[in-house]
C-alpha cells in the first residue's frame, strides 16, 4: 500500500486481484487499493495460503524451544562466547548478545527513518531437536508454563551453570515452535502481489541463515523497485529471490539431516 505500514495493525485477511491492481481486504473491514502487495507476514501467512497454497510449509517433526536471558549472574564461561552442547536428541546452543551501542544509536546513524526499540546485552539460548526427544509435538493451546515444563524435563542432566541460566530466563521469554520448512520455491506467474522471507522460503533454525535470507529478498526488491516500472521490477526480483531461497534451502535441509542424524 504505497510502501505504508498496515495502518490498522491488522493481518490481511484477503486480496483480489482486478486488473493491475490488488485490493487487501483486513479483518475491520478495511479496504486499500495498491500498485504492489508484498507479502512479507511470515510463516503463517494468510496471503501466501491464499495465493499460493503449495507453498505451505512442512512439519519436519522436530522442535525449537528458546529464549532470552539477562547476562547478571550467568556463569562467567558462558559470557566469553557461543557454547553448543549436543544432548540425547537435541542440542542446545548459547550465546551471548552484546551490541556495541544503543538501538536507538544505531538507527539515527544508519537508518534515520528507522526506530528501533532499546534492547540490553543479553544471552540468547536455543532447544532444538527431535519432538519425541523433547516432550513430543505442541498443542496449539501450550504456553511458556508448559514450554517450561519441557525444557525443565529435558535439561535434568546439564551442568549447573546451564541449568541455571534456563532457570533465570523470565517466563514471556520463553518461546517454542514446531520447525517447519518450505519444500522448495514453486513457480508462479508474476503480477502484483509478491513474498519474501518466511512467507514463501521458511527454513530451519538449524541453518542459521533464515533471517539473513529475508534481508537479501527485501533488499533485492527495494533495489529492483527503484527502477520505477513495478511489473519488470517484481519479475527481476522473483528470479533472484528463488535461486537465491533454493540453495538456503538445499544447506538448510542438508544441515538440519545432518544434526538430526547426529543426536
Not at 34 to 39: F, K, S
Not at 44 to 71: C, D, F, V
Not at 131 to 143: I, M, N, R, T, Y
Not at 160 to 183: I, K, Q, Y
Request: hydrophobic share 45%; aromatic share 6%; charged share 25%.
Amino acid at each position: 500500500m504505497a510502501g505504508a505500514a498496515d495502518p490498522l495493525g491488522t493481518a490481511g485477511a484477503g486480496i483480489r486481484a482486478r486488473r493491475r491492481w490488488h485490493r487487501r481486504a483486513l479483518r475491520r473491514r478495511f479496504r486499500a487499493w495498491a500498485e504492489l502487495v508484498v507479502a512479507a507476514d511470515g510463516l503463517h501467512s494468510p496471503l501466501r495460503r491464499q495465493w499460493l497454497p503449495q507453498a505451505e510449509p512442512e512439519a519436519i517433526g522436530a522442535l525449537n524451544l528458546y529464549g532470552k536471558t539477562p547476562l547478571d549472574g550467568i556463569d562467567p564461561a558462558l559470557l566469553a562466547g557461543p557454547t553448543i552442547v549436543f544432548a540425547d536428541g537435541w542440542t542446545l546452543v548459547v550465546e551471548p548478545m552484546r551490541f556495541r551501542a544503543a538501538m536507538s544509536g544505531l538507527a539515527a546513524r544508519h537508518a534515520p527513518d528507522c526506530r528501533l526499540s532499546p534492547t540490553d546485552d543479553y544471552i540468547y539460548w536455543a532447544m532444538f531437536g527431535r519432538e519425541a526427544c523433547l516432550g513430543g509435538s505442541l498443542s496449539g493451546e501450550e504456553d511458556a508454563a508448559g514450554w517450561r515444563r519441557r525444557i525443565e524435563a529435558a535439561s535434568g542432566g546439564l551442568h549447573p551453570g546451564l541449568s541455571d541460566l534456563l532457570r533465570r530466563t523470565a517466563p514471556e521469554a520463553v518461546m517454542g515452535r514446531a520447525v517447519r520448512m518450505a519444500a522448495g520455491v514453486p513457480s508462479w506467474p508474476p503480477g502484483r502481489l509478491t513474498v519474501l522471507g518466511d512467507a514463501i522460503h521458511a527454513m530451519s533454525p538449524a541453518g542459521g541463515v533464515g533471517a539473513n535470507t529475508a534481508l537479501a529478498d527485501a533488499a533485492m526488491l527495494a533495489a529492483c523497485l527503484a527502477d520505477g516500472d513495478v511489473d519488470r521490477a517484481v519479475a527481476r526480483y522473483e528470479a533472484d529471490m528463488r535461486g537465491r531461497a533454493e540453495r538456503a534451502l538445499a544447506a538448510t535441509r542438508a544441515g538440519t539431516e545432518r544434526l538430526l542424524r547426529r543426536l
